[in-house]
């Protein structure tokens, strides 16, 4: 059965479910529809050459006008599968920008986690394993469809602070890195190239991440906002920077994981020199 462009357009009552869509009032729901700019991304679906699949990491960047540079590639060996670790400073465009850069060096051999609000964007959802933004939620979300993402054949890029960086005492900063890419990386034999991304989030969602934190919520207020963060990058450059690859024999037990993916994250901190990109993180 052949697939219409309009199958991957997106619908809120797809989004929210359901049980949550009987809940929410009208006011509501238009509220939410505007926060996840669902008219644009479907005008965006509606107007791409390619509208489904892995061009579509091209065209959606092309919609917004958000465009990149690379650092590093000739640190990538074709014949080999790595986890591609990288700092998590936006929530959107990183992952769109990665997915441009894998296409042109794997094609459709890549998968990236990402966060609920980005996997709904169905026609990329085949590179994307969702992953809950509540909090205590994770564990449970992680699971199976992570173990099959390692043991697949396709290059695997995580996010190990699991989280947007915030603003915490004036200062940007990267959230501390989980050790699972760490013990995966062992447990696969897949050596981890460090990435890193520049930019950063508006004043507006670092407020709402305070607020949220301030408050004691399990959820970041401020993830209702990522898609305007995302459209809010319109005219930006980035620049993507890859290290040397890590090899998985290097995490031994003279580290913890832990101790092993904080230094991870300090050499990924490291590549941002000379990027010519304020703040980096």
Same mark, same amino acid.
């Given at each position: =059965?052949?697939?219409?462009?309009?199958?991957y +357009?997106?619908?809120?009552?797809?989004? /929210?479910?359901?049980? =949550?869509?009987?809940?929410?009032?009208?006011?509501a729901?238009?509220? /939410?529809?505007?926060?996840?700019?669902? @008219?644009?991304?479907?005008?965006?679906?509606?107007?791409?050459e390619?509208?489904a699949?892995? %061009?579509?990491?091209?065209?959606a960047?092309?919609?917004?006008?958000?465009?990149?540079?690379?650092? %590093?590639?000739?640190?990538?060996?074709?014949? @080999?599968?790595?986890?591609?670790?990288?700092?998590?400073?936006?929530g959107?465009?990183e992952?769109?920008? *990665?997915?441009?850069?894998?296409? @042109?060096?794997? %094609?459709?051999?890549? *998968?990236?986690?990402?966060?609920?609000? /980005?996997y709904?964007?169905?026609?990329?959802?085949?590179?994307f394993?969702?992953?809950?933004?509540?909090? %205590?939620?994770?564990?449970?979300?992680?699971?199976?469809?992570?173990?099959?993402?390692?043991?697949?054949?396709?290059?695997?890029?995580?996010?190990?602070?699991?989280?947007c960086?915030?603003?915490? @005492?004036?200062?940007?900063?990267? =959230?501390?890195?989980?050790?699972?890419?760490?013990?995966?990386?062992?447990?696969?034999?897949?050596?981890? &190239?460090? &990435?890193?991304?520049?930019?950063?989030? #508006?004043?507006?969602?670092?407020?709402?991440?305070?607020?949220?934190?301030?408050l004691? +919520?399990?959820?970041?207020?401020?993830m209702?906002?990522?898609?305007?963060?995302?459209?809010?990058?319109?005219?930006?450059?980035?620049?993507?920077?890859?290290?040397e690859?890590? #090899?998985?024999?290097?995490?031994?037990?003279?580290?913890?994981?832990?101790?092993w993916?904080?230094?991870?994250?300090?050499k990924?901190?490291?590549? #941002?020199?000379?990027?010519?990109?304020?703040?980096?993180?």
């Open positions: =059965m052949s697939i219409d462009r309009t199958d +357009l997106l619908n809120l009552d797809e989004i /929210l479910g359901p049980k =949550m869509s009987r809940k929410l009032p009208g006011f729901k238009r509220f /939410l529809a505007r926060r996840l700019h669902l @008219k644009q991304i479907n005008d965006c679906i509606m107007k791409a390619h509208y699949g892995v %061009g579509f990491f091209d065209e960047l092309d919609y917004i006008d958000i465009t990149y540079s690379t650092r %590093g590639t000739e640190n990538i060996d074709l014949s @080999k599968k790595y986890i591609f670790a990288c700092n998590h400073p936006l959107g465009p992952a769109l920008i *990665i997915g441009s850069i894998f296409r @042109k060096i794997y %094609g459709e051999g890549f *998968i990236v986690p990402s966060n609920e609000i /980005l709904n964007m169905k026609p990329l959802q085949e590179f394993v969702p992953v809950s933004i509540v909090q %205590g939620k994770q564990k449970k979300s992680i699971g199976e469809s992570f173990s099959r993402m390692f043991e697949s054949g396709r290059q695997v890029l995580v996010f190990p602070a699991g989280a960086a915030k603003k915490i @005492k004036g200062h940007i900063i990267e =959230m501390p890195w989980k050790k699972m890419f760490v013990t995966q990386a062992r447990r696969y034999e897949r050596d981890v &190239v460090p &990435v890193h991304i520049s930019g950063h989030n #508006s004043r507006w969602y670092f407020f709402l991440s305070w607020l949220s934190r301030t004691g +919520l399990k959820i970041n207020i401020g209702l906002y990522l898609v305007d963060e995302l459209f809010n990058q319109k005219g930006q450059e980035f620049v993507i920077t890859f290290g690859p890590v #090899s998985y024999t290097t995490f031994d037990k003279t580290k913890t994981d832990l101790q993916a904080d230094e991870i994250k300090n990924v901190k490291l590549l #941002s020199r000379d990027n010519g990109c304020t703040p980096n993180m």
